[in-house]
Structure formats: structure tokens, C-alpha cells
Nanobody, 125 residues
Framework: VQLQAYGGGSVQAGDSLRLSCAAS????????VGWFRHVPGKPREFVAA????????YYADSVKGRFTISRDNAKNTLYLQMNSLKPEDTAVYYC???????????????????WGKGTQVTVSS
């Protein structure tokens, strides 16, 4: 599986961005997938997760109410709608797939077996 995240950019605080993560090589429809972000010098941070059937979503407290994760299994694509962006959201954002069907509920990156190349999000005040 290859994952490619895109859609990042430089925006002002309060703006919105929509990240996409296109999967190729194999369908990810059966797997739990999610988004993480990383700032140099800090640990990789969980952002959001979504179950394979889109039945449940999980968010980090820092983005809850502002970010929405979704997926289109027909397009083999994952999305992250980011609203009301803050300077502290500045990071490289990565999408990832969990290795075991149905076993991930977000909150950590253990068991993520495929990662996309990141996309930079920069939010200025």
C-alpha cells in the first residue's frame, strides 16, 4: 500500500484546510486509518482516527470540535477537514493505516504499518 497525503499549505489563524490521503496498490477500506502530526523536537501526535466502516471517529482533545475525519472507500481516500486553525496546529501531517482489521481506536501510533509522506500545514497568527 502506498499512501500520499496532500492538501497542506500556509494559512492564517481561523482559516480552514482539507487534507486528503490517497491510497494505491491495495484497498484500505477494511482497515482503520487515521491522521498524525509531527513538529520537530516533539513526539509524533495522534490527531484523528476513523473505523473501516466510518461508524466511529476518534479525535485528540486538541482538535475535537474543529477537525473532522472522513473517508471514501470507493475512492480509497481519507480526508481531514480542519477548521478554525490555530498556530499550534502547525506541523507535518501524516496519514497512516493500522495493520489489524478492527483493532485500532486511535490515541497512539502502535500498529500503524503504512504511512504516507507528510504534508506541511503552517498556520500564522
Amino acid at each position: 500500500v502506498q499512501l500520499q497525503a496532500y492538501g497542506g499549505g500556509s494559512v492564517q489563524a481561523g482559516d480552514s484546510l482539507r487534507l486528503s490521503c490517497a491510497a494505491s496498490g491495495r484497498s484500505i477500506s477494511s482497515y482503520d486509518v487515521g491522521w498524525f502530526r509531527h513538529v520537530p523536537g516533539k513526539p509524533r501526535e495522534f490527531v484523528a482516527a476513523i473505523k473501516s466502516t466510518s461508524s466511529n471517529e476518534y479525535y485528540a482533545d486538541s482538535v475535537k470540535g474543529r477537525f473532522t475525519i472522513s473517508r471514501d472507500n470507493a475512492k480509497n481516500t481519507l480526508y481531514l477537514q480542519m477548521n478554525s486553525l490555530k498556530p499550534e496546529d502547525t506541523a507535518v501531517y501524516y496519514c497512516a493505516k493500522h495493520m489489524v482489521v478492527g483493532s485500532w481506536y486511535g490515541g497512539h501510533y502502535y500498529g500503524m504499518d503504512y504511512w504516507g509522506k507528510g504534508t506541511q500545514v503552517t498556520v500564522s497568527s
